[in-house]
């Protein structure tokens, strides 16, 4: 499966803004049964970040013109 650069900025930004959002819901009062869900899903995403951050620094080698990841990433 092959993804546009553009694609690719997308779902990172995507992804890092659930992140956000999540450790900012994850601030409030919990169990802990539901922080360990909480926190699980953060890993997920913290995990699927870095994937779509090696993607794209890959695909980036082909359009230079596009930001270094550093710079996408908030």
Request: glycine letters at 6%; a negative charge.
């Amino acid at each position: 499966m092959t993804l546009s650069i553009n694609t690719l900025m997308l779902a990172i930004k995507a992804v890092e803004r659930d992140m956000e959002r999540l450790e900012d819901f994850v601030s409030d009062e919990f169990s802990a049964e539901e922080t360990e869900a909480l926190g699980q899903q953060t890993q997920e995403l913290a995990q699927a970040l870095g994937e779509l951050g090696r993607l794209y620094e890959r695909e980036r080698q082909q359009n230079p013109d596009c930001p270094p990841l550093d710079q996408l990433l908030g």
